[in-house]
T-cell receptor
Framework: EDQVTQSPEALRLQEGESSSLNCSYT??????LFWYRQDPGKGPEFLFT???AGEEKEKERLKATLTKKESFLHITAPKPEDSATYLC??????????????FGTGTKLQVIP | EAGVTQSPTHLIKTRGQQATLRCSPI?????VYWYQQALGLGLQFLLW???????NRGNFPPRFSGRQFPNYSSELNVNALELEDSALYLC?????????????FGPGTRLTVL
């Protein structure tokens, strides 16, 4: 059974206080790990896809990294507009050749001015 | 460029009724995906349509069904509604090349079953 666990569930930061969000996963045959941002009342917004251990991607104040067991979303000098729920998901192919995507429950980030 | 649109925004039904949710993908996207986001749970994959065909299905009972029309818009039908079907239903779209690797989500339909 694929598992995706995100921690912490909630994180409160002061503006400018850098931190990291964690996504631990258990999946056989990872075909991609995704990070999304979700604002209240809206659908998730795609941020990154990582495919292999050691890969890193950056976008503005966000940097995603991947190891064989977990991914980190590093937030550098966050601003209040970074407040959102950050979702992690993994993709693999199952035995029938179909795609299987499993999402975590997210980390709710609040950045205080 | 217009994003993924979903209708209605909110839908209130009673147990046993049927619900129909609609989704229009981004222009040029042929794949449509449906997800259920229940309170406190992660997004659960429901269905994937591409070029009018059902390509993949999540672990949901057959009363969850859908279709994709020639213009690539899609419809999700939920029959015999149960209280636990109350959730935010999200639609996403992508090009065949992007696939699951880069999906664009709509704002969702909030379904409440009383």
């Amino acid at each position: 059974e694929d598992q995706v666990t995100q921690s912490p569930e909630a994180l409160r930061l002061q503006e400018g206080e850098s931190s990291s969000l964690n996504c631990s996963y258990t999946v056989s045959g990872l075909r991609g790990l995704f990070w999304y941002r979700q604002d209240p009342g809206k659908g998730p917004e795609f941020l990154f896809t990582l495919y292999s251990a050691g890969e890193e991607k950056e976008k503005e104040r966000l940097k995603a990294t991947l190891t064989k067991k977990e991914s980190f979303l590093h937030i550098t000098a966050p601003k209040p507009e970074d407040s959102a729920t950050y979702l992690c998901a993994v993709r693999r192919k199952n035995s029938g050749g179909y795609q299987k995507v499993t999402f975590g429950t997210g980390t709710k980030l609040q950045v205080i001015p | 460029e217009a994003g993924v649109t979903q209708s209605p925004t909110h839908l209130i039904k009673t147990r046993g009724q049927q619900a129909t949710l609609r989704c229009s993908p981004i222009s040029g996207h042929t794949s449509v995906y449906w997800y259920q986001q229940a309170l406190g749970l992660g997004l659960q994959f429901l269905l994937w349509y591409d070029e009018g065909e059902e390509r993949n299905r999540g672990n949901f009972p057959p009363r969850f069904s859908g279709r994709q029309f020639p213009n690539y818009s899609s419809e999700l039908n939920v029959n015999a509604l149960e209280l636990e079907d109350s959730a935010l239903y999200l639609c996403a779209s992508s090009t065949p090349r992007q696939g699951f690797n880069e999906q664009f989500f709509g704002p969702g339909t909030r379904l409440t079953v009383l």
